[in-house]
Structure formats: C-alpha cells, structure tokens
C-alpha cells in the first residue's frame, strides 16, 4: 500500500468514527490525535508525481474534508460549552471570595 492510499484509509477510518453515534466524545478526540499523529509522519513521504489512481484518492480526500471539519467543529464546540459551564458553575460557587487574611470581611461591590 502508498502512502496516499494509506492516508486515505485512515481518513475515511476517522470518518467513520466521527459518524459513529455510540462513541463518546473523549473516543473521537482520541482518534483525531491517532490520526494526526500518523498523518504527520506520512505527509512528508508523499511522491511528487502521481498516478491517476493517486490523484482519484486525492480528490475523494478533498471531497471528504469539509465534512470532517464540520464534525471535529462539533466536537470543539461541545468541549467550549462544557468549559463555559465549568467557569460559570465555579463563579456561583465562590461569591465570597477574596477573603481577608485577617479574619475580617469586607462588603465591595462588584
């Protein structure tokens, strides 16, 4: 197997994982680490001249590209919302804060 053909089966791999519904998110985020990890190695190898069956499995990993952007965008913002739900929870929960060293309180609007 080349390294085009190998790169986009493990393109249309991640696809299906990020597809996949009874995935939990953690699982595709660590299937987009695998995948970068391995494509990082792979890119460099790529021949400078290619067949046409190479160039047909290029433009099949063009077609696919926006696709997956938009379920890695899906991922991200859900990592955002959960951040922004952390934040929020821990700035109720602290309404008290600063306290004063000395023992005594002080009453400041904020």
Do not use: W
């Not at 792979?42 to 400078?48: G, Q, T």
């Not at 099949?60 to 951040?83: F, H, R």
Request: hydrophobic share 35%.
């Amino acid at each position: 197997m080349n390294v085009i053909e190998h790169i986009h089966d493990l393109t249309f791999s991640l696809h299906e994982k990020l597809c996949d519904k009874r995935l939990e998110r953690q699982d595709k985020i660590d299937a987009i680490y695998t995948f970068l990890e391995l494509q990082e190695t792979l890119l460099p190898s790529i021949p400078e001249e290619k067949t046409e069956k190479e160039v047909h499995l290029i433009t099949e990993l063009i077609k696919i590209g926006p696709e997956l952007n938009d379920k890695m965008n899906e991922i991200l913002s859900g990592i955002k919302k959960d951040i922004a739900r952390v934040k929020n929870t821990k700035k109720f929960s602290n309404q008290q804060t600063p306290f004063s060293k000395d023992g005594t309180f002080f009453d400041a609007k904020r």
